[in-house]
């Protein structure tokens, strides 16, 4: 079956701008999770989202955001980037939770 | 609060060779371990994990790990390592609740030279 799809894989924004990130996941799977990869600070949980409801969140500014469709299908959106936001964006699905869960190829994201 | 620690930042090893990479966690509540491979420009790829039960658990490539509840680590193995496992290599853990979120290490690097 086909596994978790991140689009799109590479993003180049300018800083003030606003960005959207799409994670689908693996048929059945109610359960996406982001997290944030940087060099310096290594891989940070963003937010989970479960049948359309954030189920976790983690310590990031308002700016970070998501929702989840009925289908699963996720979305998150940075407001106004910063230069710091550049990163390897990874979604990862699962039907209940981290027990089963398989990440995408990541959305690499680079602010100028 | 849950973290994990990964005692090495890098690590080389000659080809054939064993390799051990280390990873302690500290939790207040029951967890689930894993460790992740990933390779350049790519996603996680979940080598293997513990939820219950034994406490050697077998992954994929040849690769295992022995969760230690009293000295709270979750050690990966291989007994005789290839070119081809040069990557970077993640211990997680999880609240073994039902939550997606993942807290991980900062990642080890495993240099495998010929």
């Known amino acids: 079956k086909a596994g978790v799809t991140q689009t799109p894989r590479y993003l180049i924004k300018t800083r003030g701008q606003q960005v959207t990130l799409s994670c689908s996941p693996i048929s059945g799977h109610r359960s996406v999770s982001w997290y944030q990869q940087t060099p310096g600070q290594g891989l940070q949980f963003l937010f989970e989202?479960?049948?359309?409801?954030?189920?976790n969140k983690g310590n990031f500014p308002g700016r970070f955001s998501g929702r989840q469709f009925s289908n699963s299908r996720s979305e998150m959106n940075v407001s106004t980037l910063e230069l710091g936001d550049s990163a390897l964006y990874l979604c990862?699905?699962?039907?209940?939770?981290?027990?089963?869960?398989?990440f995408g190829q990541g959305t690499r994201l680079t602010v100028v | 609060a849950q973290s994990v620690t990964q005692l090495d930042s890098q690590v080389p090893v000659f080809e054939e060779a064993p390799v051990e990479l280390r990873c302690n966690y500290s939790?207040?509540?029951?967890?689930?371990l894993f460790w992740y491979v990933q390779y350049p420009n790519q996603g996680l790829q979940l080598l293997l994990k513990?939820?219950?039960?034994?406490?050697l658990v077998k992954g994929i490539n040849g690769f295992e790990a022995e969760f230690n509840k009293s000295q709270t680590s979750f050690h990966l193995r291989k007994p005789s390592v290839h070119i081809s496992d040069t990557a970077e290599y993640f211990c997680?853990?999880?609240?073994?609740?039902?939550?997606?979120?993942?807290?991980f290490g900062q990642g080890t690097t495993l240099q495998v030279k010929p």
């Open positions: 513990y939820l219950s039960g034994s406490t």
């Open positions: 989202y479960f049948s359309e409801t954030q189920r």
């Open positions: 990862a699905s699962s039907f209940t939770g981290a027990a089963e869960a398989f």
């Open positions: 939790s207040s509540v029951s967890v689930y």
């Open positions: 997680a853990v999880s609240s073994s609740g039902n939550t997606g979120k993942l807290i």
